[in-house]
């Protein structure tokens, strides 16, 4: 059984963080399997600002970019298509590891201009294999807060495995009832919010009932 913190919470009333949780859901006998915080894994990257954007003098496929971190702004060398002024992604500072790339960023000179860092696409920080551009953010998303929160991905998962004698919890609410039960926060009122239908239902419904079951 997978599931987010976010979505535990949305059944069991909690203050408790994810490494008490999953301490109590083993101790009460439902073995944590893996423990994957996404914020933790992104905590080096930010959101930037691209400020200022200008080819590059001896490279027709690159740009020279300003990119304002909130706390500096610092000259980037990008091969992104899709890299303009006024534009927020995702940046990498000096220093920082780049799954994707599988490489610790360090200053370099790009075609003899200094670069200080990078500005990531989806490949580069294994989202996804999308690489033909770098990641556009909202305009919304404040620059220097934590990248893995713009993205989305600041929701710590846990997978439980699950003994064939506990079906009960092979839904979240099952697990929020134990995790209550074990005293580490209370359980919400189960309330099944109803669905809007947005379009007609493609499936015909016909009943025919013969005479005497119609009269019945």
């Given at each position: 059984m997978k599931f987010t913190l976010s979505w535990l919470k949305e059944h069991l009333d909690t203050k408790a963080k994810v490494d008490e949780?999953?301490?109590?859901?083993?101790?009460?006998g439902l073995e944590v399997e893996q423990l994957f915080d996404p914020a933790t894994a992104l905590a080096s990257f930010r959101v930037a600002e691209v400020v200022k954007c200008e080819k590059h003098p001896?490279?027709?496929?690159?740009?020279?970019?300003e990119v304002d971190t909130d706390?500096?702004?610092?000259?980037?060398v990008c091969g992104a298509p899709n890299a303009r002024a006024g534009m927020k992604g995702v940046f990498a500072p000096v220093g920082s590891y780049v799954p994707g790339c599988g490489m610790t960023l360090t200053k370099a000179k790009?075609?003899?201009?200094?670069?200080?860092?990078?500005l990531l696409s989806e490949r580069e920080l294994l989202l996804s294999d999308e690489h033909t551009g770098i990641i556009?953010?909202?305009?919304?998303?404040?620059?220097g807060s934590p990248a893995a929160k713009?993205?989305?991905?600041?929701?710590?998962?846990?997978?439980?495995?699950?003994?064939?004698?506990?079906?009960?919890?092979?839904?979240?609410?099952?697990?929020?009832?134990?995790?209550?039960a074990a005293g580490l926060g209370s359980l919400k009122r189960d309330a099944v919010k109803p669905v809007k239908g947005s379009f007609p239902n493609p499936i015909p419904i016909k009943l025919e009932f013969d005479a005497g079951s119609a009269d019945a």
């Open positions: 949780i999953a301490e109590t859901l083993s101790r009460i001896n490279a027709d496929k690159l740009s020279v970019c706390t500096e702004r610092l000259q980037v790009i075609r003899g201009v200094e670069s200080n860092g990078m556009e953010l909202d305009a919304s998303a404040k620059v713009a993205l989305g991905l600041d929701d710590a998962v846990i997978e439980v495995a699950i003994t064939p004698n506990r079906p009960d919890c092979l839904g979240v609410r099952g697990i929020a009832r134990d995790l209550a």
